[in-house]
Structures are given as structure tokens and as C-alpha cells.
């Protein structure tokens, strides 16, 4: 499917400005918006890092500095610009909940400065990311529409709602406003209003309930079984900033000065949706639960605390709130929205479904656990935390301080000092022991955190050796699933090889009878010599040849290929799709995509083992060199790994045949429901290499995941 032109309309050699956007939507919707051809993108953050900074900057990104809460900052970092998208906030949830004074300064004042600089700079478009929660008092609402009123200050369940009412009401009163080009040019705003935000990298909800969980602090649900709520997958909320975008910079635009409710289109109760997550990271939901009216008083207690706390509330050490009162409002009382008008005016509708939205999100949350330590309930930290000094420091220290009393309590247990001095003794043995063989095992299953093992071990003694335990039975599993694979993978490649091509034939399309045929040989038998490979990275090359995109919009690729060349697509078998470009005029030259679907613990190329043995295995099992008599000679010429893709040259040649060269590259991407391996494959033969080779190495090249 070829890329729609509307899809960039406007936004082709525009200047755009994203407040916010080191975050998890901004810095998605920064990369999206190169990916529709913006001619600058600029990203304006206080933040100088985030754990997509790194990636913005080397996508060509600018990363600009600055808080919107200061004039200068932001007339700096807009100066030049065509369109803002103004996603920053604060204050949704946490901690941020009660610093009230900086959640007025960031979301009013904030939005204020965004505007002021639009009117004085001259930039007639803006795209404000509000909250669902500007029409949300704490009663039930079914299927709301954008008739909904703005409710009074003081009905508001938290300071951001409010906050984001007042900036969302201005935003929208600014909406035709006279800017200051000197050319009567006016502003256009338009306003999405977003639920709960979710998808690989969140870290405002999911990672705090997933860190409660593992601490046992996720104690009870809250609020009646069946309330509901939206949500929207991190793609799904881009999609829609991205239609608003190119609304406003449509000629005639719906979109201006109008607000839209967006989601999944899925409200689902808060606990349900955390379910299915949960259950994939080894935790369970609590069975427990608490009505609005105690878990709000619970959350004012939770808030005094807090308050009191104000000043230190920056120090990473003071952790989130369990549950605050707007927290509870949300999480436990119904309201979701119609996105009737989204589909209508702005043609929204949900690229990624629930199903493979979560499947997603679990995925990175499997990945992440996996690479960090994990740790036990924070009911083991307490026992070891305090249990460890007070039983040395009565066995071993004067009558000081406290000492004497923790003396009293350890004597109760051990009856005489003598037997305090020898548990102290055996405790220490064991959690030192413990700790040394930690650190031994922990080399060989998660050798990055074998230091972090050590010290936790050496505090948490058993409680943290059976976590390293249980991760060292699940890369043992790993491998055995990982040689599996591979042996898989290459029984798969050989008898592939001896398919015959009347099936193939039936299995690839081609646009042309006659020499349809041959050709329909020829890249069927490529495809299937390699039917796990994926994205290149071979040499540039200084083709003239005028190439064009293809982008398969259902399997998230694009690759650029001649402008002549023909595209031919199988149909699927099971989890595989194949693809295949190849000359107009009969040649045994073609490139092809193949997408093998895998399972959903299989998230890296290192699955299959080091780049260089898999090259190995995969090759020597294509050659029949050594039967009698030879078949087909398959030889390695080159293999290497770089940025998550594993690349391989190799040649095949069948006995008074000539030879054949092969361009692969091998790579992973996941469509939400199951990971899948891509397989790009470019072959030509020693005859056509003067004329093909340079082509098929920049066709292959150029292939990426969109």
C-alpha cells in the first residue's frame, strides 16, 4: 500500500514547534512528524534528558531547553515556526498532585505563553492536548459528548482538571485571533481532549502500579466492579494530534476552534484493563477492594502527608502516594466519552486495537523487568532492613541509644547473650554466603546486574537469592527455546529450498503471463532461502536509478525500489506475508520481504544466538555441497550485527548453474499481537551484478519499520 499523499498534507516543509516533548507522547509525536516529511521539528522541554532523548537527537530532532512557565523561553524556542503542538502539563498524577502553585504556573500560565508567542510571532496554528477531565466533577458521566459544560472551579476533582479547563477555555478563546504578521492572518487552534495515556515507555501509571505491585502495595480495587473508564494507546492519541495538525493547516479546516474527545473506543473498568498486564509480569490483582467515600478519606490522609512533605517532594527518595483523591475519582467512578465527532470531522478511528495495544505494552514491561534486579515486598525490606542492625547492634554493641531496648526484644527470643552472639553470627554467615554465590550465578544469567545482586543479596539474603533463582530458570528456558529456534529456523530454510516451484507458483502473484511465470521461479525460490531476515545496512551505493517508497501500511514497512520495478504479494500463510519487487523484463533479479510470526516472549535478535554462529548455522545448512552427487554450494561471505539487526552476504550456486549473490538483513518488530521476524533478501547472479548489484543493496538499505 502506497503511502497516502493526504496523510502529510500541510505538514510537508513546515517548521514545527512540540511543547513537551521529551516525553512518551511528545517525542512520538516529534518522530512522526519527520516521518510525514516536516521540514524542522523542534522539541521544548524542561527537560534536558528522558529515555527518548537520546533517539529524538539522532533522528534529527531538536531538542531545545526550557520551561513554558518563562516568556523568553518560549518566544525563543517558537521563533520561526509554523504550527505548535502544546502538549506540556503537569500534575496528573502522584506526587505532582498537590504542588498546586507549579501545576497554575505550567498549565495556565504556561498555555498562556504559548499563545501570547503564536499572536506576536506570527504563527497561525495550534494544537493544544487537553484532558477528558475538563467536564469531570466526580459523577458518573456515559458516553459524554463536546456538549458537555465547563463546570464551576470548585467542582473539580483535582487542580489539573481545573487547570486544564481554564487553559483549554483559553486556547479555544484565542481561536481566531489577529496575529502580528502585518498580513491579517489569524490564529486557528484546535483542542484533543486524551484520557489515560498507556503503551510502551509510560511512566506515569502503569510503572507506579507495576512498582506498587512488586513492593505488595497494590492493596485493594476501588470503586464499584462494573465503573468504567477510557483509555488510549500512545500511536492512537499521535494519530489524532496528527489529524488535528493537518486540519489546521488544511485550507478549509473543521478542526479550528473546536475540542474533540478521543480513546480507544474501549472503556473498560481500571482494574480489568490492569489484568491482563499484571498477570504476565507474575502479579496478582488485589482481591480486596474500598468504596469511593473510604478510599477518598484515605487519599486526605495520604494528601496531608504530602503537603507536609512539600518541600522535600523533589528528592527522589520520598516515593508516590499510594492513592490521592483525584486518583480515586478516576480509577473508580465511570466516565468515558463518544469520539463520534473525532470520526466525523477529523476521520479518527483507532489505528491499534486493545488487544494488540496491551500485547504490546506487556512486551516492554516483560523486556523491562528482565533487565532490571527485581526486588521482594516491601515487607521482606522491612524485616531485613530493620531485623539485620537490631540483632547486630544487640549482639555486638554497648548499652547505647536504643541498644539497650533492641537487647531486650532480641533476648526475649534468644534467651541469653551468648545465644544472641551466635544467631548474629549464623545470620551474618548466611547473608554474606548467600551474597558471594549471588554474585557467582548472577555472572553467568544477568552478568550487567551482577553488582546490583551482590549488595541486595547481601541486605535481603534469601528474600533476593530466590528472585535470581527464578531468573535463572527463565534464561535457562530462554536458551532451550532459543536453540530450538534456531534449529527451526534452519530446518525451515532447507525445506524450503526443496519446494517445489509449481507450489510457489501458486503461492506468488505476478502482473505479467508470459514472463510472470519465470520470474514467479526466481523470487519464490529467493524468498524462501531466508525466511527469516530482516532491515539493511550495506554499503552506500551511487545508483541513479530513480527509486519510489513502498510502504505496507498492515505490516509496518516501508522500502524504496526502482521506479520500474514490479511488486508482487503472496498470499499469507499462517503468520507469513511475502513480498517481492522485481524487474519488468525477465531477470533473475529481485528483492523480497518475508514476515515470520513468533511467539511474545522472543523480543531480540539475540533469541537466535550471536550474529556470527547464526550465520554459520543457517548457511551451512543451505549448502549440499558434500552430497553425491552436489547440490546446491552455499558460502558465507560476510556477517555482522548493528542496532538490533543482524546482517548476512552469502552466495548459492547450483551444480552448471551460475552463481548467485544475497543481500539479507534480519531484524525484529512486533505488531502488538505477536513478535515477527522480516526477512529482506536481494539476489542477482554474477551476469547481472554490474547492473543490479548497486540497486538491490540500496533497496535493501533502505528498508525500515514505520
Not at 463536546?146 to 481561536?175: G, M
Request: hydrophobic residues 40%; contains cysteine; proline residues 4%.
Amino acid at each position: 500500500m502506497e503511502m497516502k499523499e493526504e496523510e502529510n498534507r500541510g505538514i510537508e516543509g513546515k517548521v514545527v514547534a512540540v511543547t513537551g516533548g521529551l516525553g512518551l507522547v511528545g517525542s512520538a509525536v516529534c518522530l512522526e512528524l519527520l516521518r510525514r516529511g516536516a521540514l524542522q521539528v523542534r522539541s521544548f522541554d524542561c527537560r534536558t534528558t528522558s529515555p527518548w532523548s537520546d533517539r529524538l537527537k539522532e533522528s534529527g530532532v531538536h531538542c531545545i531547553n526550557g520551561d513554558v512557565v518563562s516568556i523568553e523561553d518560549v518566544e525563543e524556542a517558537l521563533e520561526g515556526v509554523d504550527c505548535v503542538i502544546h502538549l506540556a502539563s503537569y500534575g496528573g498524577s502522584g506526587k505532582e498532585i498537590v504542588r498546586t502553585r507549579r501545576i497554575e504556573e505550567v498549565n495556565v500560565e504556561g498555555t498562556r505563553n504559548v499563545l501570547e508567542t503564536c499572536v506576536k510571532k506570527g504563527i497561525t496554528r495550534l494544537v493544544y492536548l487537553s484532558s477528558n477531565g475538563v467536564v469531570f466533577g466526580g459523577k458518573e458521566i456515559e458516553n459524554g459528548d463536546e456538549t458537555l459544560p465547563y463546570l464551576a472551579s470548585n467542582q473539580y476533582v483535582s487542580p489539573y482538571d481545573r487547570t486544564k479547563s481554564i487553559a483549554e477555555q483559553l486556547v479555544l478563546k484565542n481561536n481566531g485571533r489577529t496575529i502580528d504578521n502585518g498580513h491579517g492572518s489569524i490564529l486557528s487552534t484546535c483542542v484533543i481532549r486524551c484520557p489515560l495515556v498507556y503503551g510502551p515507555g509510560e511512566e506515569k501509571y502503569l510503572d507506579r502500579i507495576i512498582s506498587d505491585a512488586r513492593l505488595g502495595l497494590f492493596l485493594f480495587k476501588i470503586g464499584d466492579p462494573n465503573s468504567k473508564t477510557d483509555w488510549i494507546y500512545v500511536d492512537n492519541i499521535v494519530l489524532a494530534l496528527m489529524l488535528a495538525t493537518t486540519g489546521l493547516l488544511s485550507e478549509h479546516s473543521q478542526a479550528s476552534g473546536k475540542a474533540y474527545f478521543v480513546s480507544d473506543g474501549n472503556p473498560i473498568n481500571f482494574f480489568e484493563f490492569l489484568r491482563p498486564l499484571l498477570k504476565n509480569l507474575d502479579y496478582d490483582l488485589p482481591k480486596s477492594s474500598l468504596s469511593i467515600s473510604l478510599a477518598v478519606t484515605l487519599g486526605n490522609i495520604f494528601k496531608a502527608i504530602y503537603i507536609m512533605l512539600l518541600p522535600l517532594l523533589n528528592q527522589w527518595w520520598i516515593p508516590q502516594p499510594l492513592i490521592l483523591p483525584p486518583e480515586v475519582y478516576k480509577v473508580g467512578v465511570t466516565h468515558y466519552y463518544s469520539i463520534r465527532k473525532a470520526k466525523e470531522e477529523l476521520e479518527y478511528e483507532p489505528k491499534i486495537q486493545p488487544e494488540e495495544a496491551m500485547t504490546k505494552t506487556i512486551s516492554y514491561f516483560k523486556e523491562k523487568k528482565r533487565r532490571e534486579v527485581d526486588g521482594p515486598s516491601i515487607y521482606a525490606w522491612i524485616f531485613c532492613v530493620v531485623g539485620l542492625p537490631i540483632i547486630l547492634s544487640a549482639a555486638w554493641l554497648p548499652n547505647i541509644g536504643p541498644v539497650p531496648f533492641f537487647r531486650a526484644i532480641t533476648l526475649f527470643f534468644f534467651r541469653t547473650m551468648l545465644g544472641v552472639r551466635i544467631a548474629s553470627g549464623i545470620v551474618m554467615t548466611v547473608h554474606v554466603s548467600e551474597a558471594v554465590y549471588a554474585l557467582w550465578l548472577a555472572r553467568r544469567v544477568d552478568p550487567k546486574n551482577a553488582k546490583a545482586w551482590f549488595w541486595r543479596t547481601l541486605l535481603l539474603a534469601t528474600f533476593s537469592l530466590r528472585l535470581l533463582w527464578k531468573r535463572a530458570k527463565e534464561v535457562k528456558q530462554e536458551t532451550t527455546r532459543e536453540d530450538s529456534i534456531r534449529c527451526t529456523s534452519v530446518s525451515a530454510t532447507i525445506s524450503a529450498l526443496d519446494t517445489s516451484n509449481d507450489e510457489q507458483q501458486h503461492q506468488l502473484s505476478s502482473r505479467d503471463e508470459e514472463v510472470g511465470i519465470k520470474r514467479r521461479e526466481m523470487i519464490a525460490s529467493s524468498v524462501f532461502f531466508l525466511p527469516f531476515v530482516v532491515s539493511p545496512a550495506f554499503a552506500e551505493t551511487n545508483a541513479s536509478d530513480t527509486f519510489r517508497v513502498y510502504t505496507d501500511e498492515v505490516n509496518k514497512f516501508e522500502i524504496s525500489i526502482p521506479q520500474d520495478w514490479q511488486i508482487g504479494k503472496a498470499e499469507p500463510n499462517g503468520f507469513k506475508s511475502i513480498t517481492a519487487f522485481y524487474p519488468e523484463e525477465a531477470s533473475t533479479s529481485n528483492v523480497s520481504v518475508a514476515i515470520t510470526g513468533l511467539g511474545p516472549d522472543f523480543t531480540r535478535m539475540e533469541s537466535f544466538g550471536k550474529v556470527e554462529a547464526f550465520a554459520e548455522t543457517l548457511v551451512s545448512g543451505l549448502d549440499r555441497s558434500w552430497q553425491r552427487p552436489a547440490g546446491v554450494t552455499a558460502k558465507l561471505i560476510d556477517s555482522r550485527a548493528s542496532k538490533g539487526f543482524y546482517y548476512i552476504e552469502y552466495t548459492l550456486q547450483n551444480p552448471g548453474e551460475t552463481r548467485k549473490h544475497l543481500y539479507s538483513a534480519i531484524g525484529m518488530a512486533t505488531n502488538g499481537w505477536y513478535n515477527r521476524l522480516y526477512t529482506v533478501t536481494g539476489q542477482f547472479t554474477d551476469e547481472e551484478s554490474a547492473e543490479q548489484s548497486s540497486k538491490i543493496q540500496k533497496a535493501v538499505k533502505s528498508f525500515r519499520f514505520i
